[in-house]
């Protein structure tokens, strides 16, 4: 089985990935995705190729060009903690991607595989970002909707969460590995920033036959999730955020939940919360 959990890399520069998802890597098909932590004037380029890709500037600020086009200033918010939402560039497939840091900068590039080529890149402002809180007690979390089903796109869907100390998250567990009239297949992954960094996050993988994975992702660790349900747990004493990219055969999120959680679900079977616009 694919290792579920990818440790990022501390000595990475720059212009090195700090961690790197593959579809060969992963075992699957879709899902992309990479980090970078760069200094001023770092500069990374990556050819979105047969792939819909999508930058996300997590942390600082950087300059973004796709075949030409630049998006000047992209990103302004200190910390992945802090209550603003982040930007982001998306870019169809076949394009060239320039991102330069123009302070201490972490940003995310997600991938799909795309069979669409049309389309122009563009920016996705913070105000273009909705929020949702979401769950209540000890299972509320806040969650930015950076990409998701209300934008265009092929394949991609992007959140990110910040699950507060002593929370659950991606609960009542479900999963999304099957396609059916009621769920659909996406491929998933989990990258994870704690605070303080020094403490981790706790998330299970599992399905009903053969897979069952506890996992202990720290600061800048990834976790895969190809199948299975998949809660996150953030020990008291910490702040978890983890930024999620899917990707599947469609591009709508239909989920199932695991019925022996049947008595903590949502009458309706409902999870998300109410949607509002906000910075």
């Not at 992209?74 to 998306?90: K, L, M, Q, T």
């Not at 992007?158 to 991606?170: D, F, Q, R």
């Not at 992702?217 to 199948?227: A, E, F, H």
Request: glycine share 8%; net charge negative.
């Amino acid at each position: 089985m694919t290792e579920l959990l990818v440790h990022a890399n501390s000595q990475a520069t720059g212009t090195s990935p700090i961690v790197r998802v593959t579809p060969e890597s992963a075992g699957w098909t879709y899902v992309g995705f990479e980090v970078y932590r760069s200094n001023p004037s770092d500069t990374v380029t990556v050819s979105s190729e047969d792939r819909e890709t999508t930058v996300i500037v997590l942390e600082g600020t950087c300059d973004i060009s796709v075949d030409g086009t630049v998006f000047s200033d992209v990103g302004s918010r200190s910390s992945v903690f802090s209550d603003e939402s982040p930007e982001a560039i998306y870019s169809p497939p076949g394009r060239v991607i320039r991102i330069q840091a123009k302070t201490q900068t972490e940003f995310a590039i997600a991938t799909s595989s795309s069979d669409t080529f049309d389309g122009q890149a563009r920016r996705i402002g913070s105000g273009d970002i909705p929020y949702e809180r979401r769950g209540s007690g000890s299972t509320e979390r806040y969650i930015r909707h950076i990409l998701d089903e209300h934008h265009e796109a092929v394949k991609l869907l992007l959140v990110e969460v910040v699950t507060p100390s002593g929370n659950w998250s991606s609960y009542p567990p479900h999963k999304h590995d099957e396609e059916s009239s009621v769920e659909a297949y996406l491929e998933e992954t989990y990258y994870y920033r704690i605070n303080p960094p020094h403490g981790q996050a706790l998330q299970r993988v599992y399905d009903k036959s053969e897979l069952n994975a506890v996992l202990t992702p720290s600061d800048g660790d990834v976790v895969i999730v190809p199948r299975g349900y998949h809660p996150v747990s953030c020990p008291p004493g910490f702040t978890t955020y983890y930024l999620n990219v899917m990707a599947g055969h469609h591009r709508v999120w239909k989920y199932q939940l695991d019925e022996d959680y049947a008595h903590v679900a949502p009458k309706d079977g409902n999870i998300m919360g109410q949607l509002e616009f906000k910075k």
